[in-house]
């Protein structure tokens, strides 16, 4: 046997309207005065209104009357859900602005203290570069001026004539038995 919790927990239940959902999309069971009908809202209001269409031809004043209140009854659930889905859809959409704008802001702020930085580090290495005494130049070495003509030009290194080596000659084995000194006595 149920408690009596359990009976009323149903009853409440059975007699609310469902919340939540997209209703758009739920399916729905119409009892009307032809049977039920299923479908979603859209496919309810589309079937009552071709009933309504068929009792009008039919000559059947009251069933299409009634035909007529179950289509704008579906319609208006439709119009209902609708406007929530718009509204969430606008909500979602102003958050997303205003998420947007913030994260744009961040972004500004964090590029503006990164040349902050920039121009500080930039700003110390001048002060440290005009602070610092100053290298003194490289000594150039100064071309030689010959004094033996009048040329007036003056000879600079790449000019100057290469001395040649010359080679001792190698000695030969069979050159050192006939001096009869040995390689280390040559030299």
Known sequence: MKSSRSRSRNKSRSNTRPTGGNIVNRVFDSSGPEGKVRGTPQ???EKYAQLHRDSLLARDSVNSE???QHAEHYTR???EAQKE???KREEQEKHNRERQIEQDKQNRDRQAERD???????KAQEEA??????PAPAPVEQPVQIDDGDSGLV???EEAPKKRRTRKPKIRPDQQADSGATPDAAE
């Open 43 to 45: 496919q309810i209001v």
């Open 66 to 68: 009634n035909f007529a």
């Open 77 to 79: 659930m439709l119009a």
């Open 85 to 87: 889905i718009d509204a």
């Open 116 to 122: 902050r930085e920039r121009d500080a580090r930039l």
């Open 129 to 134: 570069a005009a602070a610092a005494p100053a």
């Open 155 to 157: 000879e600079t290194p």
